[in-house]
């Protein structure tokens, strides 16, 4: 992954909705949980949207123009594939979830360039859009990653690896696989468009948006009790990173800021500024992480690429944020 204008985007196939999901242990980032229904809207449950192979730019509006190619739609690519050994969990029981990256000869990998201060980085999202987590897992001698996670809740998950071999010549790759909690399962609705969203007592406005297959940029300032907040702390290398997840299919796009710290341009906040290119129209879900005072936490929008009722103006919900600080909270 590289600073500036670079997208890696990336989906799954199916779209049964779920409910939220944190973690413990070491190696564990932001926790993003479902809204909290005071200060804003609250919406009925609406039920899993139907599955589908995740191909529906066919629908998309015309005149939208051409579209962003939206990439890492399997569980193999380049030559690598994404060996999830841990396919299922018990909801609410912790579980050590482990997985493997194989090349075309079946072996694990077991090189990786460091990029973001990081071999690699592990999303794991809800199919409703409501819980997002950013994880670090560790990786033992025989290439197998591990974390340990738990679920607090039934529903399905996807797990994206963001990675690129040590190998030469290799580039950058998102894979992703499938994964399930069980127990009783309450689908979720996707939140309702917001232009700002709180976290830990951090409020966060959003301006700009998406469009479908042209780059547009994307404005982040972060403030605290009405007063901006103008000492962001480096986070994996960056003052924040975002990540846009396309409902339905969950297309992947994880983008990184324009500029970085110690560039003599990039001021450390309010503003984070992003730039992106949906790869179609559509309702997506935007997970901002940032670092002040230690503790990195997570601002969740919904917003609409090729879409001008784009809820600009509405309040966001209530998020959660990784608990402590330092590197034994979240993994770094």
């Known amino acids: 992954m590289q600073t500036g204008v670079k997208i890696t985007a990336f989906a799954a196939a199916l779209a049964a909705t779920f409910g939220t999901a944190y973690g413990v242990g070491r190696g564990i980032d932001p926790v993003v949980t479902e809204a909290k229904p ?15 192979d995740g191909d529906h730019e066919e629908h998309e509006p015309a005149g939208e123009g051409p579209q962003a190619p939206a990439g890492g739609l399997q569980i193999s690519e380049g030559g690598y594939t994404l060996d999830l ?4 969990v018990e909801a609410g029981r912790p579980a050590d979830l482990r997985f493997t990256v194989r090349d075309g000869t079946g072996r694990a990998v077991t090189s990786y360039r460091r990029e973001h201060e990081k071999e690699l980085h592990l999303i794991v999202a809800s199919r409703d859009l409501v819980t997002y987590r950013h994880l670090h897992p560790a ?16 529903g399905g998950y996807r797990v994206f690896a963001d990675f690129t ?11 992703g696989a499938d994964l399930a909690a069980s127990g009783p399962y309450e689908p979720k609705s996707l939140p309702a468009p ?4 709180e976290t830990g007592g951090y409020e966060v406005e959003l301006t700009g948006g998406l469009r479908p297959g042209e780059a547009g940029e994307l404005e982040l300032e972060v403030s605290r009790g009405g007063k901006p907040v103008t000492d962001l702390q480096p986070y994996l ?3 924040g990173h975002l990540v846009a997840l396309r409902s339905g299919d969950l297309a992947y796009l994880h983008v990184h800021p324009n500029g970085e710290p110690g560039d003599g341009r990039t001021e450390p906040g309010p503003g984070v500024s992003f730039t992106a290119t949906a790869p179609s129209a559509g309702a997506y879900r935007l997970f901002l992480d ?17 879409d001008a009722a784009d809820g600009g103006g509405r309040r966001g919900e209530d998020v959660g944020s990784g608990s402590g600080s330092g590197s034994d909270s979240h993994g770094h």
Do not use: C, M, Q
């Open 85 to 88: 050994k841990t396919p299922r």
């Open 139 to 154: 990786r033992a001698a025989d290439g197998t990653w591990s974390i340990p996670v738990e679920l607090p809740r039934a």
């Open 194 to 197: 917001s232009a700002t969203a």
């Open 38 to 52: 005071a200060g804003h809207d609250t919406h009925a449950e609406a039920p899993p949207a139907p599955e589908g």
């Open 237 to 239: 290398g960056a003052y």
């Open 290 to 306: 940032f670092k002040h005072k230690g503790v990195v936490r997570t601002a969740a929008f919904t917003v609409h690429a090729g």
């Open 165 to 175: 071999p040590a190998k030469k010549g290799a580039e950058n790759l998102t894979l």
